[in-house]
């Protein structure tokens, strides 16, 4: 029984962590002519938790509590408009779920 308690209690701030983070999409719009990569080299700069998607789109795992306004502005002070820019918005229930139950796992 103390062992279980024990357990329970080291997990307990990740879980309090994990349950306080939000979920997000970036999509990035590159300018024609420009290297597409250049959005990854964004999402690596703000040193986020991601899962990258086709499209050049990205879930991202901010720390909560998080506007899409906030991050997209962010993400868009690290690419010149020359090359593109980020437009973000929350992500869908069921991509949220997919994150939650571990069937879609972040990468740093």
């Not at 029984?1 to 990035?28: C, F, G, N």
């Not at 991601?50 to 990205?58: Q, S, Y």
């Not at 879930?59 to 690290?78: C, F, H, K, M, S």
Request: aromatic share 4%; proline share 6%.
């Amino acid at each position: 029984m103390i062992t279980i308690l024990l357990l329970l209690a080291l997990h307990a701030p990740e879980a309090t962590a994990m349950h306080d983070d939000v979920l997000l999409k970036a999509r990035y719009t590159a300018v024609e002519g420009t290297d597409i990569e250049y959005g990854q080299g964004a999402i690596e700069r703000n040193d986020l938790r991601h899962r990258p998607l086709p499209h050049l789109e990205w879930l991202i795992l901010v720390e909560g509590p998080a506007d899409p306004a906030v991050w997209q502005a962010r993400l868009n002070d690290t690419v010149d408009p020359k090359h593109g820019s980020f437009t973000v918005e929350c992500a869908s229930v069921d991509e949220e779920k997919a994150v939650r139950e571990g069937k879609v796992t972040m990468q740093k």
